[in-house]
């Protein structure tokens, strides 16, 4: 389905979607500057679909997510404008039990270091049971029962057995499919997934991928799947946003994306594509790094790094558009719409950006 008017990084709201945001913008205040790690970003997942976010290191992923879980500490700041709406909760606007509540049973995470989500004193079953006693009110028997099912549903063998054992007991594997385990506990609907399997060798890391769709499938979870690895975001997305320096250059439904990348940042990180180097998170065919946003943007703040950038790159701050007719397929890149002579091009941009982001008051 193709949306209609995909001239702003902003989703047509979707009733069937379990979390939907619109105009995320997080920022960091430091003495000097507001770093704007996410800046205006949107996205809406669907029960059952898997949304991945892909781009380098430091492009506002992380802080994607721990946006939508609350867990954005000082000096950080979700701002005001930004909407996070999960099964129709406004979750902005909760007290901080109440946010709790919805990282118990709504939306859960996982993280790249599994150990950051399991405690080393305590067994495995025991974090499961006291996952299960906090957010379904299971104890006892049933909750050793519960953890046992838990355990064999993420494919851990001998699952009695590895109840009684500490997460230094498992390996890299084990202890990401122990954390996957803790999260069902929960039951949630949205699974954020934050490089789950960068830490982990190819092998493991297809398994990894393969149990998060089969229990997908079971449960109709909704996943958001966060990684720089281009090839794990092909072999998990329904659909992909492509993030740069807290912004969305690119979004469209996987195999579209793949087949027809318009962006030159995401024609890059596609050029980029590791062969077996799986750890690491430099990709070397795009010269640079990603700025650190400080200001609104009022330029294309990938131009400095683009090949195919021009004057006016640098004075733009481009929007989404459509291109595709077919696909829900939208890019923001002074090189669109196609057909359009570059004139008309900027134009179509420039009279888009909001009045603080026209780069000057010359307009
Ligand atoms: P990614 O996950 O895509 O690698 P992050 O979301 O971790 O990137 O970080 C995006 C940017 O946000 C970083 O470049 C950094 O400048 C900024 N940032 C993240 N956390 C903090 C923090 N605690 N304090 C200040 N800046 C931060
Ligand atoms: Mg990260």
Same mark, same amino acid.
């Given at each position: 389905m193709q949306s209609t008017t995909p001239t702003a990084d902003d989703d047509d709201p979707r009733d069937e979607s379990i979390l939907s945001i619109r105009n995320l913008q997080t920022v960091f205040r430091t003495d000097h500057e507001h770093i704007?790690?996410?800046?205006?970003i949107s996205l809406s997942i669907s029960p059952g679909e898997t949304l991945g976010i892909v781009g380098e290191s430091g492009s506002g992923k992380s802080v994607t997510a721990r946006s939508i879980m609350g867990l954005v500490d000082a000096p950080g700041e979700v701002l005001p404008e930004s909407s996070i709406v999960f099964d129709g909760t406004e979750?902005?606007?909760?007290?901080a039990d109440q946010y709790q509540e919805v990282r118990g049973s709504g939306v859960g995470m996982i993280f790249q270091d599994p150990l950051k989500s399991l405690n080393?004193?305590?067994?495995v079953g025991n974090q499961i049971r006291e996952a299960l006693r906090i957010n379904r009110g299971i104890t006892g028997q049933e909750a050793t029962d519960v953890a046992i099912d838990l355990l064999e549903d993420v494919a851990i063998p001998d699952p009695e057995r590895r109840l009684?054992?500490?997460?230094?007991?498992?390996?890299g594997g084990m202890r990401q499919r122990a954390v996957i385990a803790m999260m069902l506990a929960c039951d949630p609907d949205v699974l954020i997934c934050d490089e789950?399997?960068?830490?982990?060798d190819v092998t493991i890391q297809a398994q990894i991928v393969e149990l998060l769709q089969d229990i997908q499938a079971e449960r109709d979870l909704a996943i958001l799947f966060i990684t720089h690895d281009m090839g794990v975001i092909a072999e998990i997305s329904d659909r992909v946003n492509v993030m740069y320096a807290g912004e969305f250059v690119e979004k469209a439904p996987v195999e579209e994306l793949f087949a027809n990348p318009k962006h030159p940042y995401t024609q890059g990180l596609l050029d980029a594509?590791?062969?077996?180097?799986?750890?690491?998170?430099? /990709?070397?065919?795009? *010269?640079g790094d990603v700025p650190t946003p400080n200001?609104?943007?009022?330029?294309?703040?990938f131009a400095p790094r683009?090949?195919?950038?021009?004057?006016?790159c640098t004075e733009v701050h481009p929007t989404h558009v459509s291109v595709s007719d077919t696909h829900d397929h939208s890019t923001a890149c /002074?090189?669109?719409? *196609?057909?359009?002579s570059r004139t008309e091009r900027v134009e179509h941009h420039r009279s888009q950006a909001p009045a603080d982001t026209q780069g000057g008051a010359q307009e």
């Amino acid at each position: 389905m193709q949306s209609t008017t995909p001239t702003a990084d902003d989703d047509d709201p979707r009733d069937e979607s379990i979390l939907s945001i619109r105009n995320l913008q997080t920022v960091f205040r430091t003495d000097h500057e507001h770093i704007r790690a996410v800046d205006g970003i949107s996205l809406s997942i669907s029960p059952g679909e898997t949304l991945g976010i892909v781009g380098e290191s430091g492009s506002g992923k992380s802080v994607t997510a721990r946006s939508i879980m609350g867990l954005v500490d000082a000096p950080g700041e979700v701002l005001p404008e930004s909407s996070i709406v999960f099964d129709g909760t406004e979750l902005t606007e909760l007290s901080a039990d109440q946010y709790q509540e919805v990282r118990g049973s709504g939306v859960g995470m996982i993280f790249q270091d599994p150990l950051k989500s399991l405690n080393p004193v305590y067994t495995v079953g025991n974090q499961i049971r006291e996952a299960l006693r906090i957010n379904r009110g299971i104890t006892g028997q049933e909750a050793t029962d519960v953890a046992i099912d838990l355990l064999e549903d993420v494919a851990i063998p001998d699952p009695e057995r590895r109840l009684d054992e500490y997460p230094n007991e498992f390996s890299g594997g084990m202890r990401q499919r122990a954390v996957i385990a803790m999260m069902l506990a929960c039951d949630p609907d949205v699974l954020i997934c934050d490089e789950p399997t960068t830490a982990l060798d190819v092998t493991i890391q297809a398994q990894i991928v393969e149990l998060l769709q089969d229990i997908q499938a079971e449960r109709d979870l909704a996943i958001l799947f966060i990684t720089h690895d281009m090839g794990v975001i092909a072999e998990i997305s329904d659909r992909v946003n492509v993030m740069y320096a807290g912004e969305f250059v690119e979004k469209a439904p996987v195999e579209e994306l793949f087949a027809n990348p318009k962006h030159p940042y995401t024609q890059g990180l596609l050029d980029a594509i590791p062969g077996t180097s799986v750890d690491d998170e430099r /990709l070397n065919t795009i *010269e640079g790094d990603v700025p650190t946003p400080n200001q609104p943007a009022t330029d294309c703040r990938f131009a400095p790094r683009c090949p195919k950038a021009f004057e006016d790159c640098t004075e733009v701050h481009p929007t989404h558009v459509s291109v595709s007719d077919t696909h829900d397929h939208s890019t923001a890149c /002074l090189l669109y719409p *196609e057909g359009k002579s570059r004139t008309e091009r900027v134009e179509h941009h420039r009279s888009q950006a909001p009045a603080d982001t026209q780069g000057g008051a010359q307009e």
